[in-house]
C-alpha cells in the first residue's frame, strides 16, 4: 500500500494486522471520482493539479485504519486532515505514516470511538471519508449519526463512503443526498454531496 501522488508519492504506507486498508486500487477510484467532481465545479485540469484537495482543503478521516486515504488527501495538496481511529494500536501506526510521508504538520489524531468525537473536532469539513468495518452495521449508523450533527458539514462538503459491493448505501448522510455509488470488485464507493 502506497501515496499514490502529490508530495508523499510512492511512499510505503503501513497497517496492523487488525486492519482492512483501502486497497490502492479503490483509493485511485476515489481521488478519481473526487477529481471530475471538482473539475464539474470549475477547476481546471490543466491548471490545478490536484484539483480535489483544492476543492476540499479540510479533510475528516473516519475509521482511518492507516490513514490512507486523509494522508493521500495532504500528499495532494489538503490544507488538514482529522482522522479519527478508535483502536490505539491502528492510531500508533497512523502517526508514523504521517511522520514517514512528511504531512504530520497539518494532521489531528483523535483515539475514540466514532460516537464520541464529535466534541473534539472542528469543523465544517469539506470532504470527509468513511470505511466503517463491513461487518459491523453500527459503525455505519454511528457516522450517518456524527453527520447528521451541526458544525460538520456545510451545503458544499462532501462525503465518501466505502462499503462492500453489496451493501445497499444510505440515501442520504446528514443534509447530503446520495449522488454517485460505483463498484469496484468488492467494493462499493458512494458520494454524497450537491453537485
Known amino acids: ?62 475509521f482511518a485504519g492507516s490513514g490512507a486515504l486523509g494522508i493521500e488527501a495532504l500528499s495532494r495538496g489538503a490544507r488538514f486532515a482529522d482522522l479519527v481511529e478508535q483502536d490505539r494500536a491502528a492510531a500508533r501506526v497512523v502517526e508514523q505514516n504521517l511522520v514517514a510521508t512528511g504531512v504530520s504538520d497539518r494532521a489531528r489524531i483523535h483515539v475514540a470511538p466514532i460516537h464520541v468525537v464529535h466534541g473534539r473536532l472542528q469543523g465544517p469539513f469539506d470532504v470527509i471519508f468513511a470505511d466503517p468495518p463491513y461487518a459491523e452495521a453500527a459503525a455505519l449508523q454511528a457516522t450517518v449519526e456524527l453527520l447528521a450533527r451541526p458544525g460538520l458539514l456545510e451545503p458544499t462538503s462532501v462525503f465518501v463512503l466505502e462499503q462492500p459491493a453489496t451493501a445497499e448505501p444510505p440515501d442520504s448522510v446528514g443534509s447530503l443526498p446520495l449522488t454517485k455509488t460505483r463498484r469496484h470488485g468488492r467494493t462499493r464507493i458512494s458520494l454524497y454531496g450537491v453537485h
Do not use: C, N
Open 1 to 62: 500500500m502506497r501515496v499514490i501522488a502529490g508530495t508523499a508519492h510512492g511512499r510505503t504506507l503501513h497497517a496492523t494486522p487488525a486492519t482492512r486498508p483501502t486497497a490502492d486500487l479503490i483509493k485511485g477510484a476515489i481521488f478519481s471520482m473526487l477529481e471530475a467532481l471538482a473539475y464539474k465545479r470549475g477547476f481546471e485540469p490543466d491548471e490545478d493539479a490536484f484539483a480535489a484537495a483544492l476543492a476540499w482543503p479540510r479533510v475528516l478521516d473516519l
